[in-house]
């Protein structure tokens, strides 16, 4: 886990670009990202678990990547690409390496969802 899990200057300039919208843009966020590390954490359970779903599991991270990156979870969006790119056969398939980053991320992003519900309490005590 990283040690500042979110670079609060893309906070800051999110809050003032959204301003009123800003607690809504963390609410969506923390959802979606519960979403996307439970379809990720239930596929690599799935004893089925294939070429195909390999492939699926780094499309995944590809999105989560973007959504990551654009919110400052610097950490978390570098983890999601590094389980990309095992998804689509840039690098060779570790099946240790695919679930430790798995791992990684639903660490990460609990840091992460802890900063941005601290944020959200801020938004409702200043309101």
Request: proline letters at 2%; aromatic letters at 6%; glycine letters at 4%.
């Amino acid at each position: 886990m990283s040690n500042n899990p979110v670079d609060f200057n893309v906070l800051s300039t999110l809050r003032d670009v959204m301003e009123a919208e800003y607690p809504a843009l963390l609410k969506v966020f923390i959802s979606d990202s519960v979403n996307r590390v439970n379809d990720m954490t239930l596929l690599l359970r799935d004893p089925s678990f294939t070429a195909a779903s390999l492939q699926r599991l780094g499309l995944m991270a590809h999105s989560f990547k973007g959504s990551t990156g654009n919110m400052g979870a610097t950490h978390l969006s570098e983890l999601c690409l590094q389980l990309e790119e095992q998804g689509r056969g840039s690098v060779a398939a570790d099946d240790a390496l695919i679930r430790l980053l798995v791992s990684e991320i639903k660490e990460e992003f609990c840091a992460v969802r802890k900063v941005f519900e601290d944020e959200l309490q801020l938004c409702h005590a200043s309101h």
